[in-house]
């Protein structure tokens, strides 16, 4: 029953996406000529090919950062639970209850301030900020099971503390790190409230920001938007099948055993 609550939109999705423009019944019913027509008109009208680099930019960028970034960071906290650590671990999770909506005035005055309108690192130091805090709460989760008989160990042999990192912590944590790809990943892939003021110039729009065009006050294309979906899903749905390994098992020992 669960498996069919959660498949109900996708049948609805596929079917609207065969159907012919002209084709009003209902959208629970099968169309009898159904064809593609509509993947080639969202692919062209909405410029889907400009709009998947755009994504793949920003996407790739911020997971890249976000994990480095937060690995650096989860790193002290999880070694060494100081009353410092503790506040500065506290404050990064804190900032998870506030909504990116609720600064986006002073963000976007602060985005004209700097030139960051229409750019691609605007939007990608936004996605790192408000990304940042849960993957430092899963991090640091994940680095306090990974004992530190370990560390004390590599520090005998000679190493560094950034060797230690680098050769013997990064390498064990993959499972959060393809959590962290999929959960951010997802996330950043679908982002609409930062890419619609962000990026308004037609060469740099995300997916969500072009297929939004077919909707308007005046029109509505939404067999286009169904088909631009499910060519949009589809880079996500292929990582996560090669992830999902690892996804469950950083999940259960990042987010539960932290």
């Not at 755009?54 to 937060?70: A, D, E, P, R």
């Not at 790193?75 to 650590?85: Q, V």
């Not at 909504?99 to 986006?104: A, D, Q, R, S, V």
């Not at 729009?205 to 072009?210: D, Y």
Request: proline share 5%; aromatic share 12%; charged share 10%.
């Amino acid at each position: 029953m669960i498996c069919i609550v959660h498949l109900v939109p996708f049948y609805l999705l596929l079917n609207m996406s065969l159907k012919p423009l002209t084709d009003t019944s209902s959208k629970w019913k099968p169309s009898g000529a159904m064809s593609l027509a509509n993947f080639a008109s969202a692919w062209n009208e909405a410029h889907l090919a400009r709009a998947i680099t755009s994504n793949l930019i920003i996407t790739v960028c911020s997971i890249l950062l976000v994990v480095l970034i937060g690995s650096f960071a989860a790193y002290p906290l999880a070694r060494h639970r100081t009353k410092w650590n503790n506040f500065v671990y506290m404050l990064s999770i804190s900032c998870l209850v506030v909504p990116g909506l609720t600064i986006l005035v002073p963000l976007y005055k602060f985005m004209v301030d700097i030139g960051g309108m229409n750019q691609y690192w605007a939007v990608i130091l936004v996605q790192v900020t408000f990304a940042l805090p849960l993957t430092i709460f899963l991090m640091t989760g994940f680095m306090g099971t990974v004992p530190k008989e370990l560390d004390e160990a590599a520090l005998i042999d000679g190493c560094s503390r950034f060797s230690i990192f680098l050769r013997i912590i990064m390498p064990l944590l993959k499972p959060i790190i393809a959590t962290i790809v999929i959960v951010l990943g997802v996330q950043i892939w679908n982002d609409y409230q930062f890419s619609v003021f962000f990026l308004q110039k037609p060469e740099v729009k995300t997916i969500p920001v072009a297929l939004s065009g077919f909707i308007t006050q005046y029109h509505s294309n939404i067999n286009w938007v169904a088909a631009g979906c499910l060519v949009a899903m589809l880079p996500m749905t292929v990582a996560y099948l090669f992830l999902q390994k690892y996804f469950i098992k950083g999940m259960a020992d990042g987010a539960v055993k932290g």
